[in-house]
């Protein structure tokens, strides 16, 4: 949530950063900004609306300076305003900060500082921590931040320049990530390290209550206290290609072409396609301490709770331990039963989201071992688990979650085998299984080649005012997660529902102008789906079925059909997702909506 880019070093740092926001415009794009130091001198230039804007406005005027600092904004406090951009900066102009994250007692702290005289542009939460540091400033700026934070209240990644301490920049962590990057004659600091693909791939994450001192030639990193702390940098393998568009015309559509291969990465190195055996080594999963469990948590939220669901499934029906599947945002704000029985999962593309983070700090606090599922190497939630399983989808930017979805779900598939094993209830994958997966990504191939299919079916359907998603078992989610597709990147009003359910309720919406997404690829549920597709109909709702086979009983119910390769009913979810992410795309781009940056949207969410 919000972008960060911050250079010190002997190059000119306004190109620089703005190339870093680039990759980081995802995190948001209410505005933007930059602040460049040079001959004791902040230029900032600030502009509201998305980076583009920026941009222009920094064409043809200097902004010159070797050091530096840029974001892109997911506006909190205020209206997206040039005023409310960041950076901020405090009286005298001297000091400019740039925050990711709320502070709670802003108001309280903003009245205290103007009855001491201070003057406030902006409506932000963030101007009053510039004010803090100017107050706090007595030539040391490490010594004035630290100062400050300890007056703020919230979750914040903070970073820091003064035109008193040249070629320094001071970041500071507490709740949304900063990592450090480590050049050469050059240091960097930004939100994420896709922003520092091209430059460089060592980078440092600072941990909570870290405060780090960077400039040219390196960084020290402290506590709260001042005392020293030692950080153990990270290699990461992402290629800076990896955050290209190469020549789709959205991150979006290429991250949903990619998952054939994003599938195939997940997989390799976790199963032997020759023996079916597993090699998820970790001791967490080892027979032993799964004997201790009598149950497994799954937290996540949005799409990556949509995992969660499909997850009990897989847990439930290979492993046979009951699992819980709770949001983060609602978990950390009940009284849960949890304890060390209990094998918690966080399920995060980021790694990063706040309340899934919390979730899982809640869960730890009752004695629940974590077992992490993320994307991003290095992130929050990988480092705090005690055993991490990658899914190895590369960078995702666009905001709509694709192939991250459908790679948690690989992962979620292989632990529940694994689970399964350590409990005595099978040796590694049996041959059917092995094969399913081998086939995975070349079936994900497959259910791509609808895309001429599906953007017809866009093409029919792109006026429609709603839509409904149905499904029955691990398709129930697959509904859910089409739905939310539909409405974050359209803005169509769309709602997935058990398909069972639609009686008690929804089926009072279906009329001739409402089309219905009915899920019904050949498994269990099959039969009574298909009486739940006859009651869409006769209450003359479009019927577009997803399905698996030539089913003359489909046919004749349906309006349109979608067919899509079969694998095992626990892998369908993964095929039976493409064609709605593929269509989302394709009604998102006929009604102009702006398919990668979402409005209100940001990728990785990193406030309560
Ligand atoms: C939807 C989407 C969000 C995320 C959610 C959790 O397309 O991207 O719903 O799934 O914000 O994010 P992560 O998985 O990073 O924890």
């Given at each position: 949530m919000c972008g960060i880019v911050g250079y010190v070093g002997s190059k000119e740092a306004a190109p620089l950063l703005i190339e870093g926001l680039k990759r980081l415009e995802y995190r948001g794009y209410d505005s933007a900004g930059v602040a460049t130091l040079s001959n004791g001198a902040f230029t900032v230039r600030r502009s509201p609306g998305k980076l583009s804007n920026l941009i222009a406005r920094l064409e043809g005027v200097s902004t010159p300076g070797t050091t530096g600092l840029g974001h892109t904004l997911w506006a909190t406090h205020g209206r997206p305003t040039e005023g409310n951009a960041h950076p901020h900066t405090d009286c005298t102009g001297r000091i400019v900060v740039i925050h990711n994250g709320i502070f709670e007692n802003f108001a309280e702290r903003k009245a205290s500082l103007l009855a001491a005289g201070h003057r406030f542009t902006s409506e932000t939460d963030t101007e009053v921590f510039a004010h803090e540091v100017e107050a706090a400033f007595e030539g040391d700026l490490l010594a004035a931040v630290r100062t400050a934070v300890g007056r703020l209240s919230g979750a914040y990644a903070l970073v820091v320049s003064s035109s008193e301490e040249p070629g320094v920049i001071v970041a500071a962590r507490s709740g949304p990530p900063i990592v450090l990057g480590i050049g050469s004659g050059e240091s960097y600091v930004a939100s994420d390290p896709v922003a520092l693909a091209p430059w460089t791939r060592d980078v440092v994450f600072l941990e909570d209550g870290d405060l780090a001192r960077v400039d040219a030639a390196g960084f020290s990193i402290c506590d709260a206290d001042g005392r020293p702390l030692k950080r153990v940098p990270h290699r990461i393998l992402w290629d800076a290609v990896a955050a290209e568009k190469w020549g789709y015309r959205h991150f979006m559509l290429k991250q949903i072409h990619e998952q054939p291969t994003a599938l195939a990465e997940t997989l390799g190195g976790k199963i032997s396609l020759a023996t079916g055996e597993l090699s998820l080594e970790s001791e967490l999963l080892a027979p032993e301490r799964v004997a201790a469990f009598d149950r497994v948590l799954l937290l996540a939220c949005g799409t990556s709770w949509h995992s969660a669901l499909i997850g009990k499934f897989l847990i439930e029906g290979m492993a046979r331990l009951p699992v819980e599947v709770d949001y983060g945002s609602e978990f950390r704000y009940r009284r849960p039963v949890v304890d060390a029985a209990t094998l918690t999962i966080g399920i995060s593309?980021?790694?990063?989201t706040a309340d899934t983070v919390a979730a899982l700090s809640e869960a730890r606090r009752a004695g629940s071992p974590l077992l992490a599922v993320v994307n991003?190497?290095?992130s929050q939630i990988a480092r705090m688990a005690d055993a991490v399983v990658a899914t190895h989808a590369g960078p995702e930017i666009g905001v709509a979650s694709t192939k991250a979805f459908t790679t948690q779900l690989a992962v979620l598939y292989l632990l529940a085998a694994k689970l399964r094993e350590s409990r005595g209830l099978g040796k590694g994958l049996t041959p059917g299984e092995t094969a399913a997966l081998a086939h995975l990504p070349k079936a994900a191939s497959r259910a791509l080649a609808t895309e001429p299919r599906v953007e017809d079916l866009a093409r029919q359907f792109h006026g429609a005012r709603d839509f409904l998603f149905l499904g029955r078992g691990p398709h129930y989610p697959v509904a859910l997660e089409g739905a939310l597709k539909l409405k974050e990147i359209s803005y169509i009003h769309a709602e997935g529902y058990p398909a069972g359910e639609m009686k008690h309720g929804p089926i009072a919406l279906v009329d001739e102008n409402l089309p219905v997404f009915v899920l019904a690829p050949h498994d269990n549920w099959r039969e009574k789906t298909i009486s739940n597709l006859r009651e869409v109909k006769s209450r003359d709702g479009i019927a577009i079925v997803v399905t698996t086979r030539e089913d003359a009983e489909i046919a004749d119910a349906a309006d349109e059909v979608l067919r899509l390769p079969e694998t095992s009913p626990e892998l369908q979810p993964i095929l039976s997702v493409i064609p709605l992410q593929l269509f989302a795309y394709h009604v998102a781009v006929r009604r102009g909506c702006d398919v990668d940056q979402p409005r209100n949207l940001a990728k990785s969410v990193t406030v309560e």
């Open positions: 593309q980021s790694g990063e991003v190497a290095g």
